[in-house]
């Protein structure tokens, strides 16, 4: 935003950064607004609210349906009817303890069955990993509600030595099923593909033991609040720091109709999964609206 005159100034500015998320099958068009910043004595001139609502116009006529912004603005995004939308959890936890509660290695009740379990190794990543690595994210993907899919330009990013201190890949007969991204004492993201959590287990154990040997005190641990890693760092005495204000998300939806009518078929695919009513309902506001599903139709 620029303010007109014989001197033109820039009073301030907005990233508006488009990207899609996924919701299990469905893909959604997203944009999320960063880098809001403006000038203090501006600001009560009714200029940031300018800026935003050019930001959500701007976003809704290229197509977005949410709209999602992390931390600060609060009071300015609560004026323009944004809702609060959760913290990313963190774990912090000593990693003497965290090694104490992970799950032991399974071992054979016989020669004969230790021959047919698969043999499992952990190794740091290397950069002929990215695939493997894009591969166990993208079936991650399909499980989860509200992860953003990502473009190789995050991806280069995430594996460039500026963003990670080391990374680490767990493998069974030599197929890639977990990995994990470290920056110093903190656990950035940890993707798992094992159906019990081993391979989560298995990788926090070298990132714990590498910690004690660097003689660092505490881990922080970044994981989805259902990760079974937020249970081990509970029983290991560790704290769950949910976050502040300043670092929650924010999330306004620029048409709720698209949207719903977006995400129906997975809504009642996952309600079908769970034997429910085949009706659906959400209150948004004062709003009511309402999901039926017909013989050839959803209304």
């Not at 323009?80 to 509660?101: E, F, K, M, N």
């Not at 992860?147 to 500026?162: A, F, K, N, P």
């Not at 259902?226 to 939806?253: C, F, M, S």
Request: net charge positive.
């Amino acid at each position: 935003i620029m303010q007109h005159g014989p001197q033109r100034q820039l009073l301030g500015h907005v990233h508006v950064q488009p990207a899609v998320m996924r919701f299990g099958s469905i893909d959604v068009p997203i944009a999320r607004l960063r880098h809001f910043a403006m000038f203090p004595e501006f600001r009560i001139q009714g200029h940031a609210d300018v800026l935003l609502t050019a930001a959500e116009k701007y976003a809704k006529n290229s197509g977005a349906m949410l709209c999602v912004a992390r931390g600060g603005e609060q009071d300015l995004l609560g004026r323009h009817s944004w809702v609060h939308a959760g913290y990313d959890p963190v774990s912090i936890v000593t990693p003497q303890r965290l090694l104490g509660q992970l799950p032991a290695p399974a071992t054979p009740e016989s020669p004969f069955y230790g021959a047919q379990m698969p043999e499992y190794y952990v190794r740091i990543g290397r950069l002929t990993d990215l695939h493997d690595m894009k591969q166990l994210y993208e079936n991650h993907l399909s499980s989860q509600h509200g992860t953003v899919i990502r473009d190789d330009e995050y991806w280069s990013w995430l594996v460039s030595r500026g963003a990670h201190h080391r990374i680490f890949m767990f493998f069974e007969a030599d197929v890639p099923r977990a990995y994990i991204v470290v920056r110093h004492a903190s656990v950035l993201e940890l993707v798992d593909s094992t159906e019990d959590g081993r391979g989560a287990a298995r990788l926090l154990e070298q990132v714990g033991a590498d910690a004690i040997e660097q003689g660092r005190y505490s881990l922080r641990i970044h994981a989805p609040i259902d990760d079974p890693v937020h249970r081990w760092a509970d029983k290991a005495d560790g704290r769950l720091y949910i976050g502040d204000a300043a670092e929650a998300w924010q999330v306004k939806v620029t048409s709720f109709r698209a949207l719903l009518r977006r995400l129906a078929p997975e809504m009642f695919r996952s309600q079908r999964r769970q034997n429910v009513v085949e009706r659906l309902g959400v209150r948004i506001g004062s709003e009511t609206f309402c999901i039926a599903r017909g013989v050839r139709s959803m209304k």
